[in-house]
């Protein structure tokens, strides 16, 4: 068995307060301790996402019970295990999705939300499966209900939740629409295979999706977004279409017709995951497991990674992620 010498402290990125990226900054903290049931994970990598940015502007606290470093999604080497771990050994290599506590030298996890690191993948590669593939199984398999054969509608094609929805739901035969801010996006987005791609800035989603469709409408749709485009979610919808909510970058809605909700039998309903039980999330995994991680080993999907930064240099992370002129995944490296 591999045996590692644990230093006392490690490196970690805290927010100082909310605001903008430069909040982030590089600390000392002591290593944690895995409690019965978890595994504590040498860092390789870890994700970054929008909840990160949310948590570093204050929208978005850690729950009870949490790290409040952020991060939520790590890989690396088991380097100790809880006294009741049973699946995982010291060096082990895993992926893993966590409540916090990713940005750091060293994390600790349950283990029943870790994942063997899929056979052909690096560690970097690894890290950016938990976040997106947890949020988009959950959303458009379990709650979306999304089957072959039916359309889904997915804005922010390509950032990393769009990215990997394109991939799973062609995976599993479904059409795909996506919504896009540049024409390189959209030739992108279509490279990654989706069916047909909307450049929201000069085009209108809900016309080119009921052209794309031949009026039928979508029938999920995956929004980041929310604001206004709740209301042309209802109208780019088929018949019995479902909404699945999973972010409000554009804020609250101001306005908003009720009548294509009921006329079409629409159902809506939205979704965090960070905030769901370790059993929860231990479901979610098995599922992943499965399902999806035959298809990852096989070569058939495969995680887009746009750009990688050292831990001390998250904030430039934060800021690129902001931007939205990222591809896919951006990664911390440790």
């Known amino acids: 068995m591999s045996?590692?010498?644990?230093?006392?402290?490690?490196?970690?990125?805290?927010?100082?307060?909310?605001?903008?990226?430069?909040?982030?900054?590089?600390?000392?903290?002591?290593?944690?301790?895995?409690?019965?049931?978890?595994?504590?994970?040498?860092?390789?990598?870890?994700?970054?996402?929008?909840p990160d940015v949310m948590q570093r502007r204050g929208y978005y606290p850690p729950p009870q019970g949490a790290s409040d470093i952020p991060g939520l999604e790590i890989s690396g080497t088991v380097?100790?295990?809880?006294?009741?771990?049973?699946h995982y050994a010291v060096g082990d290599q895993v992926c893993a999705l966590v409540a916090g506590g990713g940005y750091a030298e060293y994390c600790k996890v349950h283990e029943s939300n870790a994942l063997p690191v899929p056979e052909g993948y690096s560690l970097v590669e690894a890290a950016a499966l938990p976040e997106t593939f947890f949020t988009v199984w959950v959303n458009l398999f379990q709650r979306g209900k999304l089957k072959a054969g039916e359309t889904v509608l997915i804005h922010g094609g390509t950032s990393g939740i769009g990215t990997v929805a394109t991939l799973l739901a062609k995976a599993f035969g479904a059409y795909v629409i996506t919504t896009v801010g540049s024409e390189d996006k959209r030739q992108t987005s279509l490279a990654l295979g989706a069916d047909a791609s909307v450049n929201y800035k000069t085009e209108d989603f809900v016309e080119k999706t009921h052209q794309a469709t031949n009026g039928h409408g979508a029938d999920v749709i995956v929004d980041l977004i929310?604001?206004?485009?709740?209301?042309?979610?209802?109208?780019?919808?088929?018949?019995?279409?479902?909404?699945?909510?999973?972010?409000?970058?554009?804020?609250?809605?101001?306005?908003?017709?009720?009548?294509?909700?009921?006329?079409?039998?629409?159902?809506?309903?939205?979704?965090?995951?960070?905030?769901?039980?370790?059993?929860?999330?231990?479901?979610?995994?098995?599922?992943?497991?499965?399902?999806?991680?035959?298809?990852?080993?096989?070569?058939?999907?495969?995680?887009?990674?746009?750009?990688?930064?050292?831990?001390?240099?998250?904030?430039?992370?934060?800021?690129?992620?902001?931007?939205?002129?990222?591809?896919?995944?951006?990664?911390?490296?440790?």
């Open 3 to 50: 045996v590692f010498i644990l230093p006392e402290h490690m490196a970690a990125i805290e927010i100082v307060q909310p605001g903008e990226p430069d909040v982030l900054n590089l600390s000392i903290r002591l290593v944690p301790t895995p409690d019965s049931e978890e595994i504590l994970v040498k860092v390789a990598a870890a994700g970054v996402n929008r």
């Open 79 to 86: 380097v100790a295990v809880g006294s009741k771990v049973k």
């Open 226 to 334: 929310a604001g206004d485009y709740v209301a042309k979610n209802f109208q780019a919808a088929a018949v019995e279409g479902r909404i699945i909510q999973i972010g409000v970058q554009h804020g609250k809605v101001k306005e908003l017709n009720l009548m294509p909700l009921l006329q079409k039998r629409l159902s809506i309903t939205g979704s965090t995951l960070r905030s769901r039980s370790v059993e929860d999330k231990a479901g979610i995994a098995r599922e992943l497991q499965e399902k999806v991680w035959p298809l990852l080993e096989e070569g058939v999907i495969k995680p887009q990674i746009f750009r990688t930064y050292p831990l001390k240099q998250a904030a430039d992370a934060h800021a690129l992620m902001e931007s939205s002129a990222h591809i896919g995944k951006i990664m911390l490296v440790i």
